[in-house]
């Protein structure tokens, strides 16, 4: 399942963001990349100061607090995040992310866009799957998640300056498949619960989304 999130984060918080991540120090992005993405990898990233560390811990909670996300990915931990920045000329070729990092199995990814669409050209994830590659550009303070064994890259910055979160989420739901599932059962159990109340549907179709839940996630 890929989804956007419009505004995790208003467009004045995205704003405040986007003006406190342009005061941080950045290095070079390679030194994170994995053993073979490091060759395709070409941007800069915030490095871990207090400043940055704060910045991100409220960015992490934003991610993890809002109700789309948390459904979508039921997240049981988080890597770091990291803040990455493309300038013109700048790019990550097609790679896929690293299975474990720092003991997080990578289930989900995302990235959450601070600057506006209008601040660069080019710039956009690419999402491959066996059938088709998409593109994302997202306005600045929203999300797409995707699953992390996918395929992607950031296209080439031709213009501006791109800042942007990236993050990876263990899931307690290790199936892309199983997390649709339940997901799509917490919104049937909402819109039964707003169209009848508290009726018997909503209780079984509770009880079954419990019940996979239970069956499904990991301890
Ligand atoms: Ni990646």
Redesign the pocket.
Known sequence: MILAIENILSPAEAEAFGEAAAGLTFGDGKATAGRF?REVKANDQAERTPEAEAMLNLIRDKVAGHPVFASAVRPRAFTPLILSRYREGQT?GM???DALMKGVRTDV?FTLFLSNSNAYEGGALEISDTFESREVRLPAGSLVLYP?TTL???TPVTRGERLAV?GWAQSWLRKAGQREIVFDLDRAVMQVHAQEGKSELFDTLSKSRSNLLRMWAET
């Open positions: 993405a990550y790679h896929v992310d990814s992390s992607h890259r950031v990236v």
